[in-house]
């Protein structure tokens, strides 16, 4: 091979080199996007079977919670909304989904506002789903409505 020949086959080497190291900055900036400012080692919550009483609440008002429908290998497992829950792969969210990797660290979030429950989509790359059609604003939900993020759907309940 002719010099002219290796220094193009060098260039060619150190250009696919800058592509991948491109990629993978490109891959941990998206990642670290989502990523909330506290970033500690929070042991996930465990799914609780049924929503805990509190005090002040009227016994005919119950307190909404998500219940996991798929991938059917977490279905059955039902997170309580109080007041407020995330739903996302981030270690400080409510509703952990880590098994999920088409959801983002903090993908969604699940509102109780005055025994309405509200979802709203925070700018996840995948988007929130809710009953097939795609939430871009706070949008409210009824019991029974199914609740995609990712390739996980949950059911709300009451």
């Known amino acids: 091979m002719s010099d002219a020949e290796l220094t193009f086959l060098k260039f060619c080497l150190l250009a696919v080199?800058?592509?991948?190291?491109?990629?993978?900055?490109w891959v941990v900036v998206r990642e670290l996007r989502g990523t909330p400012l506290r970033v500690a080692a929070v042991p996930e919550p465990a799914p609780v079977a049924a929503p805990p009483k509190t005090k002040g609440k009227s016994k005919t008002?119950?307190?909404w919670r998500l219940v996991l429908v798929e991938p059917s290998s977490e279905a059955g497992a039902a997170y309580p909304v109080e007041n407020e829950a995330t739903l996302g792969r981030g270690g400080g969210c409510t509703v952990?989904?880590?098994?999920d990797t088409f959801v983002?660290?903090?993908h969604a979030r699940a509102v109780d506002r005055d025994g309405t429950l509200w979802i709203e989509d925070l700018g996840s790359r995948n988007?929130?789903?809710?009953?097939g059609e795609q939430v871009h604003e706070?949008?409210?939900?009824?019991?029974?409505?199914?609740?995609?993020?990712?390739e996980t759907v949950?059911?709300?309940?009451?």
Do not use: C, H, M, W
Request: aromatic share 10%.
């Open 17 to 25: 080199l800058y592509l991948f190291l491109a990629r993978v900055v």
């Open 61 to 63: 008002a119950k307190q």
């Open 96 to 99: 952990p989904l880590g098994f």
């Open 104 to 106: 983002s660290q903090v």
């Open 127 to 131: 988007g929130t789903f809710v009953n």
């Open 138 to 150: 706070p949008t409210k939900v009824a019991k029974g409505a199914r609740v995609q993020v990712g």
């Open 154 to 158: 949950l059911e709300v309940d009451r």
